[in-house]
């Protein structure tokens, strides 16, 4: 069975607390053997960083969500600074931008996302971004800020917005919603991509793929996202799986 590595998973959500060591057990039966969990906000980073501390492949990154604006205070990104410090996170993030909740301020969303870009640049490690409806702006911000490598997880932008990204040494995380019939636009894009620059990913608990429609997601599920596009790539899922996780571990620097 081919390794795969989840290269974004919020095992530390609540969803999971009542199971989570048997999610991982699945997850391992599946063949992820490691998980990026990425931060939502700071009060959730002890947990996070407990949960990693506690299971064998699981790497921390810590951040700010921008979905989680109200939660962030400005002394949040000294805070995050000391944690980078201090916990040699294997990235920053999750953090980004959010035009499609309505609501959220978009000069707030910018000042801390600015904030971790700088961080991560400083600390020379790849950044989690979350980009929704905010593909454009987020690739402004990269550009400003320099020198960065990292990921737009669950992109869903355009191949010519996909390509701007490459070029800037970013990579881009697909998921449950490449497995929808629907996600035409998405499908294109993965079947002709260069696979140096894909990741896979579940999202998990969110964005559940075709399968378990309405359900709780969980990394174990990588294994379907990975054979969807096996099949759209009319590739085997070992070269794909194996391609995969050497891009994570290459962006994460993973230990093999």
């Known amino acids: 069975m081919s390794m795969l590595v989840d290269s974004h998973c919020h095992l530390d959500a609540g969803e999971f607390d009542r199971d989570r060591d048997a999610v991982v057990a699945r997850a391992r039966a599946a063949g992820v053997h490691q998980q990026i969990v990425p931060a939502v906000d700071a009060a959730g980073w002890p947990k996070l960083r407990d949960i990693c501390a506690n299971g064998e492949g699981l790497h921390a990154a810590y951040g700010l969500h921008p979905m989680y604006l109200d939660a962030h205070r400005d002394e949040h990104l000294m805070q995050l600074r000391e944690w980078i410090e201090r916990e040699k996170p294997v990235a920053v993030g999750e953090c980004g931008l959010d035009y499609f909740v309505e609501g959220l301020d978009h000069e707030r969303q910018q000042f801390f996302f600015e904030g971790q870009l700088q961080l991560a640049r400083e600390f020379g490690l790849p950044v989690i971004v979350h980009a929704r409806r905010a593909v454009d702006a987020v690739i402004a911000s990269i550009r400003r800020t320099g020198s960065l490598r990292g990921v737009v997880h669950s992109f869903s932008g355009s191949e010519e917005q ?79 799986a194996k391609a995969t ?12």
């Open 162 to 240: 996909a390509r701007q990204l490459w070029r800037e040494g970013f990579m881009i995380g697909l998921g449950g919603p490449v497995t929808y019939d629907r996600a035409q636009r998405l499908r294109r894009l993965v079947a002709s991509m260069p696979l140096e620059h894909l990741l896979l990913e579940t999202d998990s608990p969110d964005q559940p793929d075709a399968g378990i429609r309405g359900q709780r997601n969980e990394p174990e599920r990588l294994a379907e996202v990975l054979r969807i596009i096996a099949q759209l790539r009319n590739e085997s899922e070992d070269d794909i």
């Open 245 to 256: 996780t050497d891009n994570a571990r290459r962006l994460f620097r993973l230990d093999a």
